[in-house]
T-cell receptor, first 118, second 112 residues
Framework: EAGVAQSPRYKIIEKRQSVAFWCNPISGHATLYWYQQILGQGPKLLIQFQNNGVVDDSQLPKDRFSAERLKGVDSTLKIQPAKLEDSAVYLC????????????????FGPGTRLTVL | DAKTTQPTSMDCAEGRAANLPCNHSTISGNEYVYWYRQIHSQGPQYIIHGLKNNETNEMASLIITEDRKSSTLILPHATLRDTAVYYCIVRVGTSGTYKYIFGTGTRLKVLA
């Protein structure tokens, strides 16, 4: 089966500009996650969707970051305006999200988008 | 905050077993341990998970102590392609709201 797709793979922008990232999860996966990974650190969850509803956005800097998942499939993450500290890899992941049993809700990650803010 | 602690880095000779430890002393009774690895410039890749029994798949084995406060990921015959950052994660939440809290992982270098 196809994996999680993300685009673009790389993006360079200047501070105060806007940027958007796109994610297409694995077919049939109800739950979608966006993570931010700063160099040398583990991924940090920004927002989690169950179908098209937000489950957790407690770590999302809402003054500049926004995300949507229209129709419960694809998702976009936007930063407006970007700051230097937003330079990171943005990872999208998806999982089935159903009550299959406690151990089966494995997350599968896309390749990420590397953002550089100058 | 991450619920796991791991050594920052480890080396392993090619062909030998790589044993990666993880402490998760505050784990709750229904929380699973997941292991992922991240090869440079790629997204994290799922390896294995477990609750309290030891688990094995085609990639690795997971040994969980009886008190569940620590675990070890075993790569039985490490190859150069196993060089990566390995993350031990305790999955928190409930069905539909599960989430991973990543730590900084262990950087494994497999030496020729």
């Amino acid at each position: 089966e196809a994996g999680v797709a993300q685009s673009p793979r790389y993006k360079i922008i200047e501070k105060r500009q806007s940027v958007a990232f796109w994610c297409n999860p694995i077919s049939g996966h109800a739950t979608l996650y966006w993570y931010q990974q700063i160099l040398g650190q583990g991924p940090k969850l920004l927002i989690q969707f169950q179908n098209n509803g937000v489950v957790d956005d407690s770590q999302l800097p809402k003054d500049r970051f926004s995300a949507e998942r229209l129709k419960g499939v694809d998702s976009t993450l936007k930063i407006q305006p970007a700051k230097l500290e937003d330079s990171a890899v943005y990872l999208c992941a998806s999982s089935l999200g159903y009550r299959l049993g406690q151990g089966l809700d494995t997350q599968y990650f896309g390749p990420g988008t590397r953002l550089t803010v100058l | 905050d991450a619920k796991t602690t791991q050594p920052t880095s480890m080396d392993c000779a090619e062909g030998r077993a790589a044993n990666l430890p993880c402490n998760h002393s505050t784990i709750s009774g229904n929380e699973y341990v997941y292991w992922y690895r991240q090869i440079h410039s790629q997204g994290p890749q799922y390896i294995i998970h477990g609750l309290k029994n030891n688990e094995t798949n085609e990639m690795a084995s997971l040994i969980i102590t009886e008190d569940r406060k620590s675990s070890t990921l075993i790569l039985p015959h490490a190859t150069l392609r196993d060089t990566a950052v390995y993350y031990c994660i305790v999955r928190v939440g409930t069905s539909g709201t599960y989430k991973y809290i990543f730590g900084t992982g262990t950087r494994l270098k497999v030496l020729a």
